[in-house]
T-cell receptor
Framework: GAVVSQHPSRVICKSGTSVKIECRSL??????MFWYRQFPKQSLMLMAT?????????EQGVEKDKFLINHASLTLSTLTVTSAHPEDSSFYIC??????????????FGQGTRLTVV | LAKTTQPISMDSYEGQEVNITCSHN???????ITWYQQFPSQGPRFIIQ?????VTNEVASLFIPADRKSSTLSLPRVSLSDTAVYYC????????????WGAGTKLIIKP
């Protein structure tokens, strides 16, 4: 199946610094990518929808100035957590949709990034 | 976007068949039903997808009644490695396939 690669898999940063997470679709072009956040023992929460060449659409309650999303190409979307604080520590996951003739449309997920802010 | 309801957790034993049922009473005409599996600290993995009746692949079967208000994921002969959280989602293929995640079902397989 299609592969979505997310990097880094884990990162520890100091409070106040910024962290960039990359999400790449390796063998297909993804016009739309999604960014999720998952706290321990909770479900995935959609943060934003990233469309290639346009501004991301953020879910209610997600600060767009804090979570900067760039989708500069059909295979790369980045999430930058700016001025990170301990409460931003979480598991961040990206996904990209491979649109095929229904019913075979699938969303492929990256491996996730464990962010710890100290 | 349709909301789904699943049992919070289930236990079973190796070699058994496990059925996880999901309710999606407000499913729309264009929505498909998809199940994902997630291991701790990993991204979700696609298991199976369907629209109606029965779908089967190499890892699972998906049963969808005529009214489509529920679906059942069937895992044949589970093993310890099937211990994971299973998510049922419904999504419209035409709306960027945006997925809204419920709590999922934590399946624990015992020896």
């Amino acid at each position: 199946g299609a592969v979505v690669s997310q990097h880094p898999s884990r990162v520890i940063c100091k409070s106040g610094t910024s962290v960039k997470i990359e999400c790449r679709s390796l063998d297909f072009q993804a016009t739309t990518m999604f960014w999720y956040r998952q706290f321990p023992k909770q479900s995935l929460m959609l943060m934003a929808t990233s469309n290639e060449g346009s501004k991301a659409t953020y879910e209610q309650g997600v600060e767009k100035d804090k979570f900067l999303i760039n989708h500069a190409s059909l295979t790369l979307s980045t999430l930058t957590v700016t001025s990170a604080h301990p409460e931003d520590s979480s598991f961040y996951i990206c996904s990209a949709t491979l649109l095929r003739t229904a019913p075979n449309t699938e969303a492929f997920f990256g491996q996730g990034t464990r962010l710890t802010v100290v | 976007l349709a909301k789904t309801t699943q049992p919070i957790s289930m236990d079973s034993y190796e070699g058994q068949e496990v059925n996880i049922t999901c309710s999606h009473n407000n499913i729309a005409t264009n929505d498909y039903i998809t199940w994902y599996q997630q291991f701790p600290s990993q991204g979700p993995r696609f298991i199976i997808q369907g629209y109606k009746t029965k779908v089967t692949n190499e890892v699972a079967s998906l049963f969808i009644p005529a009214d489509r208000k529920s679906s059942t994921l069937s895992l044949p002969r589970v093993s310890l490695s099937d211990t994971a959280v299973y998510y049922c989602l419904v999504g419209d293929m035409d709306s960027n396939y945006q997925l809204i995640w419920g709590a999922g079902t934590k399946l624990i397989i015992k020896p």
